[in-house]
């Protein structure tokens, strides 16, 4: 194993370089840096924390609205 010869550009099918060789590395780069999926994933969380709440508040009031009713029924 000798010295590591570093990277050559890409060469076109006619000799030339390519248009673009370096992008493919700049887009795993940009891939890596982006934070954009954090706050996806904080809307995420906010959006089932919330859901949980309202099917909760919604079984409490059921419950409640279907006692109020027998109450009702009952007494006529």
Do not use: N, W
């Not at 010295?3 to 590395?25: F, I, M, N, T």
């Not at 919604?58 to 007494?75: E, L, Y």
């Amino acid at each position: 194993m000798g010295a590591s010869e570093g990277h050559k550009p890409v060469s076109h099918a006619g000799g030339r370089l390519a248009a673009h060789s370096h992008a493919a590395r700049s887009v795993v780069k940009a891939f890596a840096r982006d934070t954009s999926g954090a706050t996806a994933i904080e809307y995420a969380m906010i959006a089932g924390m919330l859901s949980i709440l309202i099917v909760g508040g919604a079984s409490t009031i059921g419950t409640q609205v279907k006692q109020f009713f027998k109450d009702v029924g009952s007494s006529l």
